[in-house]
């Protein structure tokens, strides 16, 4: 596979799974009756020093200094996995690897939120990130695994 395969590959890969973690969060915000509002609140905690969510006013600048920030990293985060998934077309151990990879992304988010405030716990339930991140891994592997054909019973099997 080549390099500009890959990044490609990781490039969509990241902006699918950045994607599915807007379209969650922006149905959380829907429901709780706030539209943006975890963006807004992520990036005033981030780049502003907010410490309340009550002084929070969702603004346009806050969602793009926010998506900004998440695609960038998604971004990133999927180059790694393609290639990754680059060297499973060699060998398939590799997964493990891979595996292990989406369990440390879903706990360096948990640790960045708590990083930034652990008041944002109060606000921004630690499920709803577990469940974002949760689709967008589920997202970002079926894209991976369709396009390197590997099925299931690999997964399963390649520790042995």
Known sequence: MGRKRVLVEGIVVGLAGAAAVAI??????LAEG???RTPALLAAALFHGLRDAGALTVT???????????????ILFGLGTAGLFALVDRDRRVLFG?????????????????????WLFHTL??????????????????ILFRDHS??????LTSVE
């Not at 339930?125 to 079926?142: H, K």
């Open 24 to 29: 969650w969060f922006l149905l959380y915000d």
């Open 34 to 36: 706030v539209p943006f």
């Open 60 to 74: 346009p600048g806050l969602v793009f200094e926010y998506s900004l920030v998440h695609g960038m990293a998604f």
């Open 98 to 118: 891979v595996f292990m990879l989406f369990c440390c992304f879903e706990v360096f988010a948990l640790a960045m939120i708590m990083t930034l405030g652990a």
């Open 125 to 142: 339930p630690p499920w709803t990130i577990i469940g974002g991140n949760l689709v967008a891994g589920l997202i970002m592997m079926a």
């Open 150 to 155: 590997v099925s299931l019973g690999e997964v």
